[in-house]
């Protein structure tokens, strides 16, 4: 019985050390909107990079306090329709961003190239803006997401996938059918109604609009 009230103990401590102090101005999302699903894509292998990105140690996500309050206002809304966000990017610590940067130099790997850049030359990516050296994501304002249904987590047709390096992401493109159209609508209106402003060539992207960081970019780890 004593075993059992120390180790308890001794667990509480060990999560209190591990505990990581955010930035005054952060938030975790799930202690502000705990129902919107998450996949942090690059905490895994399941991204563009092939291997989990330096910089995401958890399956967390971490916004600025705003964007957080403003996500729940979407998921709010979306619920009553049977519906939820599913977030797979939200704060991205620079070093991550450094390690973009690493991969797209290395012409020869090209190991997600099928799934995620096809028509693409990796050699171009800088110049058509899909990597860079610095990301709105470090300010804690952007999300990348999608609408899934609440129960079963399927996700919506947008077209696309996540990620995909291409015009068939970009909000104009047009080669949809009617519900992939819809769908993209749906999330671009919900963001909208909600603060955030959209980008113009990932349909997943938004950013609050008067971010609290405009100017900072944040390079603490996802934990």
């Keep these: 019985m004593n075993f059992s009230i120390y180790s308890f103990y001794f667990l509480l ?18 202690d502000i909107a705990p129902t919107i699903q998450q996949e942090l894509r690059y905490c895994s292998h399941n991204n563009f990079v092939g291997i989990p990105v330096e910089g995401y140690e958890e399956n967390v996500l971490i916004t600025s306090t705003l964007t957080a309050k403003a996500l729940k ?8 329709k049977g519906l939820s966000l599913k977030v797979f990017d939200a704060y991205r610590p620079q070093t991550a961003v450094n390690h973009f940067v690493k991969w797209a130099r290395v012409a020869n790997d090209t190991l997600t190239k099928q799934q995620y850049y096809p028509n693409l030359n990796k050699r171009n990516l800088f110049k058509l803006g899909y990597i860079s050296t610095k990301s709105g ?12 249904n609440a129960k079963t987590r399927e996700e919506l047709d947008m077209g696309s996938p996540y990620d995909f390096f ?15 159209k819809d769908n993209r609508q749906l999330l671009r209106k919900t963001m909208l109604a909600n603060g955030f402003r959209p980008y113009a060539n990932e349909w ?10 405009p100017k900072t970019y944040f390079d603490f780890p996802v934990q």
């Excluded at 050390?17 to 799930?30: D, H, R």
């Design 137 to 148: 994501h470090s300010r804690g304002s952007s999300v990348d997401l999608t609408i899934v």
């Design 166 to 180: 291409g015009i068939a992401s970009h909000v104009s493109y047009n080669k949809l059918t009617k519900q992939q």
């Design 13 to 30: 401590i060990i999560s209190s050390v591990n505990a990581q102090k955010l930035p005054k101005g952060f938030s975790y999302v799930k």
């Design 73 to 80: 206002k979407v998921q709010d809304e979306l619920l009553k």
């Design 204 to 213: 997943w992207h938004f950013t609050l609009r008067n971010e609290p960081f």
